[in-house]
């Protein structure tokens, strides 16, 4: 168990360095950030002094070891755009992008399971048939599209919902959170229905095909035998029994929804860590979206170490396939 | 296997031709499916002919007229004379015209990527499953560690190093999409290396390759097709996202996603058509595909056969 465990830390370690010089050397290659800062009438020397206060003039390999070495005290580097450590301005906008990624998850949660249990226990009904016809279009259709879609409707038409940025927020325990204020909730709907829509068409099929898995078996037929009445039935023994996978894919989901983020924040200006790795690729600031990547590449290694461990705890024969091979 | 089933693999493979016809028929119960398949044919056409069915090169400057900068759809181009059924753009072009041309760039993006990345997975797949052990286990264990990284954040990063382009395009999609490949490939050719004319043709002396590729791929082919096909729909989904993001194709080469994302500045002061209908237009293709992919996988699944 234990060798288990320590081989799947030193796989997710070895992750996390390739990932980190790929995402370093790579990121070097794009065009000198010198260029975007400096103002044309820099003189050479003047141009010199800021390479060199940037430590942009030494080899790469050097400025890779420094930014290990940086990066293991939690210095990323300070962003050419801010003037602020990057690390700083990303964490500042954890909290705005993980509310918008737990809200969405929740909704996909609290929608896509009853719409999935009813498709698995009515399958050939026309609601059945329309929920797993409407979640190809929930799998399909772009997040950028949807949430345009939203404004056009919700926000240009009717104009009931504001179509960009975060509503006032509210501290709670030195974290801002908008959905506590009806005008935060607002602002935090359409781009969290935007993000969770996908993530629902997920849970619709997973929640129907557990059901129609559960269904058959012993336990529901005693169930029924013993003259538990049908609610019962499915919101207790059929719950519980189709939660297991469901829970398991939402955790491994979530680095997902982080990432999708990106592309929702962007579309609704939304604060968070995406519309800053969008704005900082645009403006070259190296610094920032190094930061970024390293620390969503960390997260999703965790993320899978995590749900890994756990599953070898759960199911012995995970590992024991890993060990032989 | 019993008698029935015995009977019905000989029917099916019996005769080539029935057995097409067995499929077209299967495909035709849905209803859905074949509304998929018209929509998606109609699309092909369109983006094929684009330069024939469209009313005005988009792309030819000389054609557009600074006048009719963001018309309403329906309105009469001055000079052109063109009707413009839905509007035009910011740079006086007409809508229906460049999402045509739109489709173009966004469905080759796709079927391109989906092609070459079915080539290099199907080939790497079935590497690791033909000779198994260390090898196996090297490139598994790449493709699942890639396939833990969501695929728009593997597409962002490489197109933030490389630039943009239709051709960086092409190469993003293809690294982000080639491991769905091989784990189908190798999911299948796992079942089919064990079988009696797998060891037939060792025993025949056959080199690797031709086994590999020969005997093997042909019946690993329905479960790559049916990826082929989602695929397809993915990939003109992430061109457009990525595009919508700023960091997929030029403005030389406007996809749909790029249309999208030049009328969205225009969205909120209620010019929704610049935006709108390029944005239905990926819609139904993406949609259409995957209605087609859909129904594919359940006709193509065996353990679905009734």
Redesign the interface.
């Given at each position: 168990m234990l060798v288990y465990i320590i081989r799947r830390i030193m796989q997710a370690a070895f992750?996390i360095v390739v990932m980190s010089v790929l995402?370093y050397v790579?990121?070097f290659?794009?065009g000198s950030p010198v260029d975007i800062l400096i103002n044309p009438e820099m003189s050479e020397a003047e141009m010199e002094a800021v390479t060199k206060a940037l430590g942009l003039d030494r080899p790469i390999w050097e400025q890779y070891f420094i930014f290990v070495g940086n990066a293991l005290q939690g210095d990323m580097g300070k962003s050419f755009v801010f003037g602020q450590s990057a690390i700083k301005l990303i964490v500042e906008r954890i909290p705005a992008t993980m509310e918008l990624a737990i809200i969405s998850i929740i909704i996909s949660l609290v929608i896509g399971i009853p719409l999935g249990m009813y498709a698995g226990l009515r399958p050939d009904s026309v609601g059945g048939r329309s929920i797993m016809?409407g979640s190809?279009?929930g799998?399909?259709?772009?997040?950028?599209?949807v949430g345009?879609?939203l404004?056009?409707f919700f926000?240009?038409m009717v104009g009931w919902l504001p179509?960009a940025g975060r509503g006032p927020t509210v501290d709670v325990l030195g974290i801002d959170v908008s959905f506590l204020s009806l005008e935060g909730l607002k602002h935090l709907i359409l781009p969290a229905i935007t993000l969770a829509l996908s993530k629902t068409a997920l849970v619709v099929r997973l929640a129907r095909a557990g059901v129609r898995e559960v269904l058959p078996m012993d336990y529901i037929k005693f169930a029924r035998a013993k003259g538990l009445p049908r609610r019962r039935v499915v919101s207790v023994h059929v719950l519980k029994n189709i939660m297991i996978p469901i829970v398991t894919v939402t955790g491994l989901e979530l680095?997902?929804v982080v990432?999708?983020a990106?592309?929702t924040e962007?579309?609704f200006a939304w604060p968070g860590m995406g519309k800053l790795?969008?704005d900082s690729?645009?403006n070259l600031d190296r610094p920032v979206?190094v930061a970024y990547?390293m620390q969503?590449?960390f997260l999703?290694?965790v993320l899978?170490l995590i749900v890994d461990v756990l599953y070898s705890i759960l199911d012995p024969r995970v590992r024991l396939q890993e060990q032989k091979? | 296997m019993t008698d029935t089933a015995l009977q019905s693999q000989g029917a099916e493979t019996g005769q080539g031709g029935s057995l097409l016809r067995r499929f077209a028929a299967e495909f035709a119960e849905s209803k859905l499916a074949l509304v998929g398949l018209v929509g998606f044919a109609i699309i092909v056409f369109i983006a094929l002919f684009a330069p024939f069915v469209a009313p005005q090169d988009p792309y030819d400057l000389a054609s557009l007229d600074i006048f009719d900068v963001r018309l309403p759809p329906g309105s009469v181009g001055q000079e052109t004379g063109i009707t413009y059924w839905l509007g035009t753009d910011a740079q006086g072009r007409d809508m229906l015209s460049a999402i045509m041309y739109g489709l173009r760039v966004s469905l080759f993006v796709g079927a391109v990527s989906a092609v070459v990345s079915l080539i290099i997975g199907a080939a790497v797949g079935l590497t690791a499953a033909y000779f198994g052990g260390r090898v196996d286990s090297i490139i598994m264990r790449i493709v699942d560690i890639q396939l833990s990284f969501p695929a728009i954040l593997v597409a962002l990063i490489l197109l933030s190093i490389l630039g943009q382009g239709v051709d960086k395009v092409l190469i993003a999609l293809v690294i982000v999409q080639w491991a769905y490949y091989a784990r189908t490939a190798r999911g299948s050719a796992l079942v089919e290396r064990n079988r009696e004319y797998v060891e037939a043709a060792t025993c025949l002396g056959l080199g690797h390759g031709r086994i590999m590729f020969r005997h093997i791929m042909p019946n690993c082919m329905p479960p790559l097709i049916v990826i082929v096909t989602i695929q397809v729909a993915d990939a003109i989904a992430l061109e457009a996202t990525l595009s919508f993001l700023g960091v997929g194709v030029p403005v030389t080469e406007p996809s749909l996603g790029l249309l999208i994302s030049t009328g969205f500045d225009y969205l909120l002061s209620g010019k929704y058509w610049i935006s709108v209908f390029p944005g239905v237009a990926l819609a139904l293709a993406i949609v259409s595909i995957n209605l087609v992919g859909d129904q594919l996988r359940d006709v193509l699944n065996p353990r679905l056969k009734r």
């Open positions: 992750v995402v790579g990121i290659l794009v016809a190809i279009l799998f399909s259709l772009p997040n950028f599209w345009l879609m404004i056009m926000a240009v179509a680095g997902s990432a999708f990106v592309v962007t579309v790795l969008i690729i645009g979206v990547l969503i590449v999703l290694v899978n091979a | -």
